[in-house]
């Protein structure tokens, strides 16, 4: 067994092919997590995707093919050639792939580094494919162990304090922007997760905000989780809100552009939009009097919070490297001593069943029983004593799993299908994350 990640992200592809690469909703997601499963090669798979990033996390028999059959089928549907696909993709195998992977949970690898929102993303791609069979007992050790390194840097860094987000971002843009911001009036549309989180901020920088979304339940359920008051206005009036407001945020989930270039109108007033959704909702276009920024084009702020944040960077990815080093220690034990230890229990079972049967027969005498059970188990002991010393020497060594998988076969030892259960990871366990 291996782990690999195949990793397209805002460092080797630019928002054009990352959505095209995107995945909007869960049945795109379980369609091809179905098809990536059904390769020989592949075990557990866990698809993320978010404005940022597509990656996939696998458990898997043999790295090169796996990578290969899966950025195949990511051309096909994305209708990239395979070959830029190739040329982009980050490929991380064994060690590079779980020391990535905890780097992605640190919020290291983000755009916005410190940023809070991929720990929970990471959390919800983990548990869409748990509930859908899609992974199981070998990524749940690895996303147990993400967690816990995201936790650990949060807990020893200074990366975690402040709210850095994407939408932070565009709104710390927007501040620069603005110097009345108590007579700029925001547009968000969209009603989810990088909605709110772009609504608080605002609010927090003193703009006042209006909400316009296809679900006009769910945004007015939005706007009464905050204090301040917030106006929601139907899906109706997009175009009005587009051409008398300033400064616009969108975050929607929809697979299409829905601002278009011809909804535009000619105004007295400069007009600032930040399209922060992936794939973007504004329709690629250059309209006089409207600066639009993508996720790409926030750069700046990035590149300035990345210099803050360098000194807790450093100490973290001194954390992810320990705890990449802690975790295959870890996962070595979690087989090999119930191995050991049910290679002995069998054969002391199979000693008293056998003096037993013995003694039923007359074969031995009852007052001898005693010291032919000692010499039995001294026998078995010091038989068993070489191949344990080299299981656990063998398990320190990637070829491990495949070792002592032979060994269980072997013997008839059945893996503990409890295991996620006796090293509890919660984040596997929870129906509602």
């Known amino acids: 067994m291996e782990y690999l990640i195949v990793s397209f992200t805002h460092k080797n592809t630019d928002i054009q092919t990352r959505e095209k690469l995107a995945f909007g909703n869960d049945l795109e997601k379980e369609t091809f997590l179905k098809q990536i499963i059904a390769h020989e090669s592949i075990n557990e798979a866990i698809l993320i995707s978010t404005c940022n990033r597509v990656e996939f996390i696998l458990s898997v028999n043999q790295c090169k093919d796996s990578g290969q059959h899966i950025i195949a089928l990511l051309s096909k549907r994305?209708?990239?050639?395979?070959?830029?696909?190739?040329?982009?993709?980050?490929?991380?195998?064994?060690?590079?792939?779980?020391?990535?992977?905890f780097t992605v949970a640190s919020s290291l690898d983000s755009l916005v580094v410190g940023e809070t929102q991929i720990a929970g993303q990471l959390k919800d791609a983990f548990k869409f494919s748990m509930e859908n069979l899609y992974c199981g007992q070998k990524l749940a050790r690895v996303m147990h162990y993400s967690f816990k390194c995201a936790a650990r840097v949060r807990t020893a860094t200074a990366l975690g304090t402040g709210s850095v987000s994407v939408a932070s971002t565009a709104v710390a843009k927007a501040k620069e922007i603005y110097k009345d911001i108590e007579d700029v009036k925001a547009i968000v549309i969209g009603a989810g997760e990088m909605s709110e989180l772009a609504i608080k901020h605002l609010l927090k920088s003193g703009f006042q905000v209006v909400i316009c979304s296809r679900n006009t339940q769910k945004a007015k359920t939005l706007a009464s989780t905050f204090e301040q008051e917030i106006e929601v206005e139907p899906y109706s009036k997009l175009e009005e809100l587009l051409n008398s407001k300033r400064l616009l945020i969108t975050a929607t989930s929809a697979p299409y552009p829905i601002i278009k270039c011809s909804m535009i109108k000619d105004v007295s007033f400069q007009r600032n939009w930040f399209d922060i959704a992936v794939p973007r909702d504004i329709e690629d276009m250059e309209v006089s009097g409207v600066n639009i920024y993508s996720v790409?084009?926030?750069?700046?702020?990035?590149?300035?919070?990345?210099?803050?944040?360098?000194?807790?960077?450093?100490?973290?990815?001194?954390?992810?490297?320990?705890?990449?080093?802690?975790?295959?220690s870890w996962i070595k034990t979690l087989s090999v001593e119930p191995t050991i230890k049910t290679l002995y229990t069998n054969a002391d079972e199979i000693i008293e069943k056998k003096i037993a049967n013995a003694l039923k027969k007359g074969f031995i005498k009852l007052e001898d029983e005693q010291n032919i059970n000692k010499l039995c188990k001294t026998i078995i002991n010091e038989f068993l004593h070489k191949p344990s010393t080299q299981l656990r020497e063998v398990s320190k060594s990637m070829e491990g799993d495949v070792i002592l998988g032979a060994t269980q076969n072997l013997f008839g030892i059945k893996e503990d299908t409890n295991m996620i259960n006796k090293y509890k990871c919660e984040h596997a366990l929870q129906t509602n994350i």
């Open 78 to 101: 994305s209708n990239i050639e395979l070959q830029e696909l190739l040329g982009r993709a980050d490929i991380y195998e064994n060690e590079g792939a779980i020391h990535h992977l």
């Open 296 to 328: 790409d084009d926030l750069q700046g702020i990035v590149d300035e919070n990345v210099v803050l944040r360098a000194d807790a960077a450093k100490i973290a990815y001194g954390i992810v490297g320990k705890i990449t080093i802690e975790f295959f």
